[in-house]
């Protein structure tokens, strides 16, 4: 397989190119590729029917799309490109699971099949900002993970410390430093001490990434980092500089960098599938990114939300969609792009289990609801959950509890449509997840706490009798549509 440093050396000498002549060649070729391909969307009437002839052409579109015009290179302003041989010969070695942690805490990390009977991974943490008003970071972590079922946690960052903000390389390498460590005792203080971290830094640097290697207080071979691929395909070398210092030292590495988006530069719907296809192939090829959040296609949502917007677009987590065809065509495409993966590549795949930070209110019924939406989703689907943007632990309890539900009940692909299409109209027709809430970090940390606490009692360590009530119902609206709890 291609080396890291063959990567390093043709982001510093391949094509070179302005950044908008790259956006629109690629453009260009998105539309070109669809069109030979045969790649074109109409009105989908079941959302998770897509032929094999059909995901073996997206794959080829996106192979092709891969070895002609490649990557950018955002730092050094240059393609990256592959030989055929080299992207295939990348996409045989993936591998199917991944091993994190250590001692009492080693899990496997593994590829699921849609309808695997086998319970999937469970992720849980960050993804976002931490404020110390609220509480230490290791309290809130160690409530997390005192969940057996969590196999390794996605860290936080910093954006303010000891009264000063974070910024410049000095502040950014001390703040990446102090949050893994408070990390690694809060999963000391759970009794899970060998529980492995994925570090989400502060800043895509170099500095920033290394300085959390500490075999004793940080980063450890047995932990991992994100490195995503930005949208319209393009890498940094900070990130490739990480992927290359750790990749001796044994991390595993995760993108969150999936997907892709209508209306960007990758053009309309089929543009979008091959962008996700490539974003997937691409964050293995130049970081080595051995697992990968399920990338979804839609119309990427847009910030900060203003009324007009939102009375004209329905909201699903990171996209938008105008109607309810919009939406079906959305989770059709996502469906193409996971299985021209799975028929190509070992894909290791994590589902989005909820709406997590985006929730006004997150002891509400409807957010139960649209959890569970994701969660029975991401199972039968074959992807292993996460549960990120800072949940409390009542959402990651839950989760599992509807994800084994889903198994127990032995939901199949063809009943997804009819099962969550239903939660949908019933219940969450008016329920809003476009507010990105760990904004509120930055500017008013109590408000973003309060729903944390509608959930759970951090004093006594329990649910709420809110959250509980709010769980009673839920359960027994899912058990009425047939499934199964324990």
């Not at 990567?7 to 070729?29: C, D, H, I, S, Y």
């Not at 309808?115 to 970071?137: C, F, K, Q, T």
Request: net charge negative; glycine share 8%.
């Amino acid at each position: 397989m291609i080396s890291l440093l063959e990567v390093a050396e043709r982001a510093q000498k391949g094509p070179k190119m302005a950044e908008k002549e790259w956006n629109l060649g690629m453009f260009r070729t998105m539309t070109a590729l669809a069109e030979t391909h045969h790649l074109k969307v109409g009105d989908v009437e079941e959302c998770y029917a897509v032929d094999n002839a059909y995901a073996d052409q997206l794959f080829a579109a996106a192979l092709e799309y891969l070895c002609e015009v490649g990557v950018y290179c955002i730092t050094t302003n240059r393609a990256i490109r592959f030989t055929e041989d080299e992207v295939k010969e990348a996409c045989r070695e993936a591998p199917d699971r991944v091993t994190v942690g250590r001692d009492r805490d080693v899990r496997s990390i593994q590829q699921r099949a849609i309808e695997d009977p086998r319970p999937p991974n469970i992720v849980a943490g960050g993804h976002s900002a931490w404020n110390e008003e609220l509480m230490p970071l290791e309290n809130m972590i160690k409530e997390l993970v005192k969940i057996p079922r969590v196999d390794y946690l996605e860290t936080f960052n910093y954006h303010w410390m000891m009264g000063r903000e974070v910024h410049g390389t000095p502040m950014v390498v001390y703040a990446a430093r102090k949050a893994i460590e408070r990390a690694r005792i809060g999963v000391s203080l759970a009794g899970r001490a060998g529980l492995a971290l994925c570090y989400y830094p502060i800043l895509t640097t170099a500095a920033a990434f290394i300085a959390a290697k500490d075999e004793a207080r940080g980063l450890r071979s047995s932990d991992g980092l994100l490195l995503s691929v930005l949208p319209d395909l393009k890498v940094e070398t900070g990130l490739l500089a990480a992927s290359l210092y750790y990749e001796e030292y044994g991390c595993f590495r995760q993108n969150g960098g999936t997907g892709g988006s209508v209306g960007g530069f990758a053009g309309d719907w089929e543009g979008a599938m091959i962008e996700a296809v490539v974003r997937n192939i691409a964050a293995w090829m130049v970081y080595r990114d051995a697992l990968q959040y399920a990338g979804g296609v839609g119309r990427l949502r847009r910030a900060p939300w203003s009324p007009s917007v939102q009375t004209a677009f329905q909201h699903t987590g990171d996209y938008l969609f105008q109607n309810e065809q919009d939406e079906r065509r959305g989770a059709w495409c996502s469906f193409a792009a996971q299985k021209a993966l799975r028929r190509h590549k070992h894909t290791i795949e994590i589902f989005g289990g909820g709406s997590g930070g985006q929730v006004e209110d997150q002891a509400s019924v409807e957010n139960l609801l649209s959890t569970a939406v994701s969660s029975i989703r991401g199972t039968v689907m074959g992807g292993n959950l996460y549960y990120l943007w800072t949940p409390p632990p009542t959402t990651v309890r839950w989760g599992i509890e509807v994800s084994d539900a889903a198994l127990k009940s032995q939901i199949k692909l063809t009943d997804l449509d009819e099962l969550l299409g239903r939660i949908r109209r019933e219940r969450l027709q008016s329920f809003d997840t476009s507010r990105d809430r760990r904004m509120l970090l930055y500017s008013d940390p109590q408000a973003f706490f309060r729903s944390h606490q509608a959930c759970y009692d951090y004093v006594k360590q329990r649910p709420t009798d809110r959250f509980l009530e709010s769980r009673k119902v839920a359960v027994t609206y899912l058990e009425d549509l047939g499934l199964a709890f324990a």
